[in-house]
């Protein structure tokens, strides 16, 4: 089942989106060239994103597409789903009757993002104004579902993607050790020594409970 608009606004984060009948509209922050990249059994490898400066076009800011070519959008509105909800973005008839589509991946129970994001795709030239809306979120609901919880790969991979759309060529993670040492503010040299302290703090103070 399909939710209409006033239930799909509180899921909505940051920017307000104009409602819809089962859906909210979204409107563009910014837009970037896609160029390619290797789909692998075991991972994606993306090809740095290009920066499309804004141009003009009868007084407005927005952006020229040229037919043929993939563009990744960035939304300026964001969503938080629960365990029941589902959600895709699809492109308005307005777009659609210019001869280009925007969709983007399924988005699974639990996802969360700042800015919304999806792909254009079209087979003529159009300008696209800054804020337009292009697209709507329409969010279904499922039966309750585990919500994704292999966060660390989902964190990862969300920073290599968007630095891709950047165009850095290589990120660099900080050790185990290093993070443990930032979290505890220099109290701890190591993973292990961290793990040590705590044990033996616990200790303490269940001997301290037994008196």
């Given at each position: 089942?399909?939710l209409?608009?006033h239930?799909?606004?509180?899921?909505?984060?940051?920017?307000?989106?104009?409602?819809?009948?089962?859906?909210?509209d979204?409107?563009?922050?910014?837009?970037?060239?896609?160029h390619?990249?290797?789909?692998?059994?075991?991972?994606?490898?993306?090809?740095?994103?290009?920066t499309?400066?804004?141009?003009?076009f009868?007084?407005?800011?927005?952006?020229y597409?040229?037919?043929?070519?993939a563009?990744s959008?960035?939304?300026?509105?964001?969503?938080?789903?629960?365990?029941?909800?589902?959600?895709?973005?699809?492109?308005r008839?307005s777009?659609?009757?210019?001869?280009?589509?925007?969709a983007?991946?399924?988005?699974?129970?639990?996802?969360?993002?700042?800015?919304?994001?999806?792909?254009?795709?079209?087979n003529c030239?159009?300008?696209?104004?800054?804020?337009?809306?292009i697209?709507?979120?329409?969010?279904?609901?499922?039966?309750?579902?585990?919500?994704?919880?292999?966060?660390?790969?989902?964190?990862?991979?969300?920073?290599?993607?968007?630095?891709?759309?950047?165009?850095y060529?290589?990120?660099?993670?900080?050790?185990?050790?290093?993070?443990?040492?930032?979290?505890?503010?220099?109290?701890?040299k190591?993973?292990?020594?961290?793990?040590?302290?705590?044990?033996?703090?616990?200790?303490?103070?269940?001997?301290s409970?037994?008196?």
């Amino acid at each position: 089942m399909f939710l209409n608009a006033h239930q799909i606004e509180p899921l909505i984060q940051g920017t307000p989106g104009k409602k819809a009948q089962v859906g909210i509209d979204l409107t563009v922050c910014d837009i970037k060239s896609i160029h390619g990249g290797a789909l692998f059994k075991d991972k994606t490898e993306l090809q740095p994103y290009a920066t499309k400066t804004l141009d003009t076009f009868d007084g407005k800011e927005g952006w020229y597409l040229i037919s043929g070519h993939a563009y990744s959008v960035t939304f300026d509105q964001g969503v938080k789903l629960g365990s029941i909800h589902t959600a895709f973005i699809r492109h308005r008839s307005s777009l659609l009757r210019m001869g280009w589509t925007c969709a983007s991946g399924v988005y699974d129970p639990g996802f969360e993002v700042d800015q919304m994001g999806a792909v254009l795709m079209g087979n003529c030239n159009i300008f696209i104004e800054k804020g337009a809306r292009i697209a709507q979120i329409v969010v279904a609901e499922n039966y309750n579902a585990n919500l994704y919880r292999d966060w660390e790969t989902f964190f990862v991979k969300s920073i290599i993607q968007d630095s891709a759309k950047k165009g850095y060529e290589k990120v660099l993670f900080p050790r185990l050790d290093t993070i443990i040492q930032i979290e505890g503010a220099g109290s701890y040299k190591s993973y292990a020594y961290r793990d040590w302290e705590t044990d033996r703090k616990s200790t303490r103070l269940n001997s301290s409970h037994r008196l």
